[in-house]
């Protein structure tokens, strides 16, 4: 209810402005307190999680500066990009050795999940460059990858081929196989058509080279040794000599 001493004044209001002003006053009273807990319990935990990242951020910015924060927040987002297209279509449920073999890789593999990470050109496996995951399987794969039972075998391709028959013959190795595109990381060299090195991979394979002659290894690697000093600068190629 209105006090008595706010009676002279309402009174000297409009009609309309008295009633409003009436059921604010009633609305003060009739305020649920477990709602104000609660919008209170909502600011503190909003003003927490800002204190937290605001201070992380600046102790980030003050350690890294700007660049190194970009950078290092370009390589998580990647790493988190990288475990989703490892769960995309084109990567999972693939022909092992194109175009013959029936065997593919498993269709439910996630990339949390997956050993062994390779790729393939035309003919079939990559074994030149890979990703093994450390841990027990890893250690039970290389034993069965080098067991002398395969490498006596006299395969015409030697690794390549026996990867290619333990991978389609053991469901324990492949449940763990992963396929991916083979510019991601085995871009072959310049004389190769199709998976050619292209400005901005990861890795290239020389697979062709000789030892000397006009297409010696130390020839065709001038020239990426060459663009990785122009990116980089001389330090980067003193580490790799």
Known sequence: MTSPAHIGTLSRLPLNLRGGIESVARGRHNV???????DLLRNVLL?????????????QLRGRGIIGSVVEL????????????????GVRNKVIVPPDSIIKT????????AGLV???DEAGLVTNSYILK???????????????????YNFQKAERHALEHIVQWHPTILSKLALIPQRTFASYGRNKEGNAYRDGDFVTLLVDCTVTGPTSCDKQSHFYLQQLKNKFGDASVKKLQ
Do not use: C
Not at 81 to 87: A, I, K, N, P, S
Not at 106 to 113: C, V, W
């Open 134 to 152: 450390n841990g027990e399987w890893a250690k039970f794969f290389i034993e069965t990858w080098m067991d002398p039972l395969y490498q006596s």
């Open 47 to 59: 003003f927490l999680f800002v204190w937290r990242w605001g201070r992380r951020a600046f102790w």
């Open 74 to 89: 370009y390589v998580n987002i990647r790493r988190i990009l990288y475990g989703y297209f490892l769960r995309a279509p």
């Open 32 to 38: 649920s307190w477990p709602l104000l807990n609660l």
């Open 106 to 113: 498993f269709s439910h593999l996630k990339g949390e999940d």
């Open 118 to 120: 390779i790729s393939q």
